[in-house]
């Protein structure tokens, strides 16, 4: 006697078994926010609310100090600009008023001579006092009095350190 062949079952389907239509195109890609637009707002929330207190502070060692702490933020701005943008495009004046300009930074006037990633200067100078910072292309602070510089080896200075500067700047 033969065996016959177990008959298959007609009815319902196991669940995930069903045909399906073929899928659609994907969805959307979110859109990437750029490295220079999240340093940029970070770098608005972290030292822009510090710029606030110190542009507005008219005495003291702050009002003296605070364009130092704008240049330092601006050269590591540039450096996101240039890995952004690349090495060879200029961090020009207008990329400095993106950065610093508006309300918080009104008393701080930033002046960006040479954009170039090897030969980076810019100047900031607090219009209440004229003290005047200049920084390099390796980032490196100065103070700067006349012609006279004086490199920054810590930021944390105080009313007359910026006053021994000059002094030794004019000589005496």
Known sequence: MAQEAPRRRRGKKRPGTEERPPPSSPPPAKKKTSGLVKFLIILALAGGGTGIV???????????????FVLDQLFMGCKVFWYEAGPGT?????????????P????IEITVYDGGMNSFTAQAKHKGNGKVFLVDDDGVVYFKH???????????????????????????
């Not at 961090?91 to 400095?96: F, I, L, M, R």
Request: net charge negative; with cysteine.
């Open 54 to 68: 110190l542009s507005q502070q008219k005495g003291g060692e702050d009002f003296q100090t605070a364009p130092m």
């Open 90 to 102: 200029p961090c020009s004046q207008e990329q400095a008023d993106l950065m610093f300009g508006g």
């Open 104 to 107: 918080k930074h009104v008393d």
């Open 146 to 172: 006349n012609e006279c510089l004086v490199e920054l080896k810590d930021f944390d200075l105080s009313l007359s350190d910026v006053e021994e500067m000059e002094a030794r700047c004019m000589g005496t």
